[in-house]
Structure formats: structure tokens, C-alpha cells
């Protein structure tokens, strides 16, 4: 994997509770596979507004994606995904087994997660919450407080997984995969 970085994305709730996140892992292919993901959504026109089924988004999954509230690993999420919609915005999504409710980020720009990997020096998280970059936010900013707030929970963060989301229904696991996905084989 080159130049690997985290990126965490605050989760909106309709429970609240600021700390809930997720996390997941890029490297320098990630944002081009999200472009070239990008491309398969066709472009609104006129002729197909006029449609009742429109394609506007593509979802993909991203089973690498660790979902948490504050220090604790949210392991009833499903459908750990990525939706990438035409005009160049991605967020995560997943559901609540439990509750049922569906998880979110707010929408973040495909071309400035690119700039900012490629700017920001190797290794550094990234943060973004309300759908804006924060790492450089005053420390006594609402930004600046969650960031910290999460810096309090950062030793307890589960090992980096590769960051290759799948695209294919019942692809098989890589071996990594398997040993995280065996329940008798679960870290805590």
C-alpha cells in the first residue's frame, strides 16, 4: 500500500452522540478508484430528469471501515458502504443492526480528499466532520474539540486492514479478511 493514511468522518445520528465515527484507510489508488467509480453514474440531463427511475449515485462496500461510538467498536453494523454520487461527493453509510438505523456522514468532495492526501504530510489522519476538513481548526473550535475528543480514544484503535473496498457481490476474503470475519478469532 502507498502512502497509507486514516480517515475518520463523524456519523450522524438521529439519536445524537457526537462520538460516533467511522474509519477507514486510503492510499494513493483510493481516490482514483473512487473517480473512476465516479464515472459510472451517467449525468443528469433534462431528458432523463423527466424519468421516474434515475441512476444518480453508485454504492460500494467498504468492509475495511471500523465504525465506532467514543472508544467502543460498533460491531452490529452491516452493510458498510461508500456512495459516490454524480457530482463528485462521496460519504459512508451502514445500518444499525440493533436499532435499525441508518448511519451517515455528511457528503464530502471526491477531488478535495485527493488534495488533501497529496498535500498533507504521509501519514497523517485525517478528520472531517459536517462534511468539512478540521485538522485545522482552533483547538477550542467545536472541530477542535471532537478531534480531540477522538485523540483520547486513539490507543485503542484496531490494527490497520488494507483499504481496498470490494465492488464484487460474494467475493471471496482475502486471508487477512478471513481471520478478522472468524468469530472465534475476534481481538479485543
Known sequence: MNNPRHVIMQ?????????????????DHFVERLSQLRSLVPPLTTLSRQR????DKVRVRLPTAVWRA???????????????????????GGKDRRS????????FSIARLGELHAERRVGETL????????NDEPADSPAGRWVASLHEFEEVRVPDAPSDFDTLQGAPLRAEERLHASPGLRLN
Open 127 to 134: 478528520y472531517i466532520r459536517d462534511g468539512v476538513f478540521t
Open 52 to 55: 421516474d427511475l434515475v441512476i
Open 100 to 107: 435499525k438505523e441508518k448511519l451517515v456522514t455528511y457528503a
Open 70 to 92: 467514543g472508544a467502543l467498536v460498533e460491531d452490529q453494523i452491516e452493510g458498510s458502504c461508500i456512495v459516490i454520487a454524480n457530482e463528485g461527493l462521496f460519504s459512508c
Open 11 to 27: 456519523v450522524v445520528k438521529r439519536s445524537g452522540g457526537a462520538s460516533h465515527h467511522v474509519s477507514f484507510t486510503i492510499d
